[in-house]
Structure formats: C-alpha cells, structure tokens
C-alpha cells in the first residue's frame, strides 16, 4: 500500500513565523504536490514537483514556496504565514504522468494562523 | 484554463438507494481524464473511479459508475444499494496536461 505522510495533522502558528509542513511517501513515485483545501472552493494546486529539486507552481503558488531535496519528501513552506493562509493543507503523490495516474493523498494538516 | 463545477454542495440517501452526484467541466483539451475522488470524515481521500475522455465506454467499479456525456461536458457519478460508508465528501476532478483541476464538491450523507 503507497503510503503518503504528513508531519502534523493539526498546527497553530502567529503571524509572520516561518511555516514547514512536511510530506513523506514511500512507493518511489516521481510526483508530488501540494494543495490547499477550502470549503466551497475544493482542492487548489500550490506547487508540485516532478522530479528531484524540480518544482513548478500550481494555481495559487503567491505566499508560498517548495523544496524536494529528496525524492521522498516534499516540503511545503511559508515564509511569513498570514491568516488568510489558516486552511487544511494536503499533500498528494503519484508514480506516473500526472494527467492520467491516480494521486494517494496524504491525511493533511490543518493549520490555523493566528 | 479548465474549470471543474459540483453544483450540489450536499446531498442525502437513503441507505440501500441510488444516488447521483453532479459534474459539469471546461476545456480546451480533446485529450483528458476525469476523476471521483472521495474523502471520508477524518480520512484520507481516495481514487473513486477514473474515466478517459478518449473513450465512449463509461467506466464503473462495482456500486460506483459514470454517465460521461462528452459534448455535453457532463461527468456525474452514480451510487448504487448506497452504504453508510459511503458517506463523505465527494470531488469530481478533471486532468489535462499535469495539472488537475477539483470541483467544490459535494458532501453525501447516508441515512439508515
């Protein structure tokens, strides 16, 4: 069974601290991604990467970067959390093309600025 | 761009009936794939069901089927003898190129 990871399943930050949210798969897959869940909005794309140390940005990448130094973990960071960045954060990852090949998601993080 | 729409925000059925969820897309594409992702309360959200544009056939897994009607730009998903567990929030999602698109979903309660 693929298994997607994520460091915290709930986070309370201050505004204006530096945010990791951390994500780990462990069936070799080449893709990885980050979104952020908001009600009546759904799922929105904030980076991904397909490969190691190569990223690319989403749908709403402002605020927001990435870093995949490794091929199993990819991290998500903010570097000065705001409030309107309070939301459920779920990490994703497939093995082939991202166009056809299904995503195992991670169980999120819900992060609360304050 | 490509655009995913869930027009109904909550539904309910009756334990042991059938359910149909909505989905309507845009695109520039003629080559694409659609999704039915589900995620349970406090779980993890999961591949439902996956369709290829490419293909007239619609796609069924066991309970869950498709009615894939493409020049309507149509793609919505029928429950079938629905079970408690099948309640959760339910995303049609819409990939073309490496980019994958969710609609807002659609929150599916199960009454016994």
């Given at each position: 069974d693929v298994?997607?990871?994520?460091?915290?399943?709930?986070l309370v930050k201050r505004t204006g601290e530096k945010v990791f949210l951390e994500c780990v798969q462990d069936m070799d897959h080449?893709?990885?991604?980050?979104?952020?869940?908001d009600p009546g909005l759904?799922?929105?794309?904030?980076?991904?990467?397909?490969?190691?140390?190569?990223?690319?940005?989403?749908?709403?990448?402002?605020?927001?970067?990435?870093?995949r130094e490794k091929k199993e973990r990819f991290s998500l960071i903010?570097?000065?959390?705001?409030?309107?960045?309070?939301?459920?954060?779920?990490?994703?990852?497939?093995?082939?093309?991202?166009?056809?090949?299904?995503q195992f998601f991670g169980p999120g993080t819900r992060l609360t600025v304050l | 761009a490509q655009t995913v729409t869930q027009s109904q925000p909550e539904m309910s059925v009756q334990e042991a009936e059938t359910v149909t969820l909505s989905c309507t897309y845009d695109t520039s594409e003629s080559d694409y794939y659609l999704f039915w992702y589900k995620q349970p309360p406090s779980r993890?959200?999961?591949?439902?069901?996956?369709?290829?544009?490419y293909k007239q056939q619609n796609a069924t897994e066991n309970r869950f089927s498709v009615n894939f009607q493409k020049a309507a730009k149509s793609f919505s998903l029928k429950i079938s003898d629905s079970q408690l567990g099948?309640?959760?929030?339910?995303?049609?999602?819409?990939?073309?190129?490496?980019?994958?698109?969710?609609?807002?979903g659609t929150q599916l309660t199960v009454n016994p």
């Open positions: 298994k997607v990871t994520q460091s915290s399943r709930y080449e893709n990885m991604f980050w979104y952020r869940q759904g799922l929105r794309l904030i980076y991904f990467s397909y490969d190691v140390k190569m990223k690319e940005k989403g749908d709403i990448p402002e605020g927001y970067s990435v870093s903010l570097e000065s959390a705001s409030t309107n960045q309070t939301s459920m954060y779920l990490c994703a990852s497939s093995f082939d093309e991202p166009s056809y090949d299904e | 993890q959200m999961i591949l439902v069901i996956r369709q290829e544009a099948d309640a959760a929030m339910y995303f049609c999602a819409l990939t073309s190129g490496s980019r994958l698109t969710f609609g807002e």
